[in-house]
């Protein structure tokens, strides 16, 4: 079965560092994989994906994650956080044996200091 | 642009009650799903539809039933709730058939089941 794991549940970063929030996966064929940022009592919002081609996938609100097939990873990045950046974010990933299933890791909390 | 909508927001139930959420999106998706929300956990699918007349079980189907009469609407019910049921529930839509393309959001409903 597929699975998305993000092994932090919490990530801080002061304001202005660059920030990185994990990613791993596990899927049969090649996977199409997403990430999802939730704010408070917010529904999630789509960020970015990766389908094929450029293993670097830029997003909204300047993230950009990279793909890296030999690890199973999708890293989420942001070279200059911003305070409005602390949310729950998720990763997730669709693949052949899971039909149009969308598998969704635990989340992480990105809180950004000033 | 509504987008998807869920109805209610909130709610409490009393264990053994039933009730039905509804999910409409005016985006002519083909696909639409049910998730539940609990901390630590990500998102788990409840069930999903890949059209109307149609419905498959998710990762966590149990005590949950869905239906797809038409293509806008997603209903969840609950037969006779629980309190392990306790969870905030997310309806998403997308695109079918094409698994690399997102998923939309509805704003969460906040259920209690004491």
């Known amino acids: 079965a597929q699975s998305v794991a993000q092994p932090e549940d919490q990530v801080n970063v002061a304001e202005g560092n660059p920030l990185t929030v994990k990613c791993t996966y596990s899927?049969?064929?090649?996977?199409?994989l997403f990430w999802y940022v939730q704010y408070p009592n917010r529904g999630l919002q789509f960020l970015l994906k990766?389908?094929?081609?450029?293993?670097l996938v830029k997003g909204s609100y300047g993230f950009e994650a990279e793909f890296n097939k030999s690890q199973t990873s999708f890293h989420l990045k942001k070279p200059s956080a911003l305070v409005s950046d602390s949310a729950l974010y998720f990763c997730?990933?669709?693949?052949?044996?899971?039909?149009?299933?969308?598998?969704f890791g635990g989340g992480t909390r990105l809180m950004v200091k000033p | 642009n509504a987008g998807v909508t869920q109805t209610p927001k909130f709610r409490v139930l009393k264990t053994g009650q039933s009730m039905t959420l509804l999910c409409a999106q005016d985006?002519?998706?083909?696909?639409m799903y049910w998730y539940r929300q609990d901390p630590g956990m990500g998102l788990r699918l409840i069930h999903y539809s890949v059209g109307e007349g149609t419905t498959a079980k998710g990762e966590v189907p149990d005590g949950y039933n869905v239906s797809r009469l038409k293509k806008q609407n997603f209903l969840l019910g609950l037969e006779s709730a629980a309190p392990s049921q306790t969870s905030v529930y997310f309806c998403?839509?997308?695109?079918?058939?094409?698994?690399?393309?997102?998923?939309?959001f509805g704003q969460g409903t906040r259920l209690t089941v004491v």
């Open positions: 899927v049969s064929g090649n996977p199409y």
């Open positions: 997730a990933v669709r693949g052949r044996e899971g039909g149009n299933m969308l598998t």
């Open positions: 990766y389908i094929t081609g450029d293993n």
């Open positions: 985006m002519n998706h083909e696909y």
């Open positions: 998403a839509s997308s695109y079918g058939g094409v698994m690399n393309t997102e998923a939309f």
